[in-house]
């Protein structure tokens, strides 16, 4: 799992967040988004300066780009 803060993690992903590089991403119970890429590999982050509206607001961002959300 990579910790990071919001910043440093949309900075990181920006030129990925698409679903010509992302399959799909899975946002669990204790706000631990994963990101599963279609190379098959899968990254966990724990953003750690992140209320659950700004988790909203990424999950919007991810949907909005045709990259499919499970939330459990």
Known sequence: MKSCTLQDFLAELQPWLDRDHIHDAELDGHGH?????????????????????????????LKERGIPVRQA
Do not use: E, P
């Open 33 to 61: 988004l994963t990101l599963h890429f279609n190379d098959g590999m899968k990254n966990v982050y724990a953003i750690d300066d992140c209320n659950a509206q700004q988790m909203h607001k990424i999950v919007q961002q």
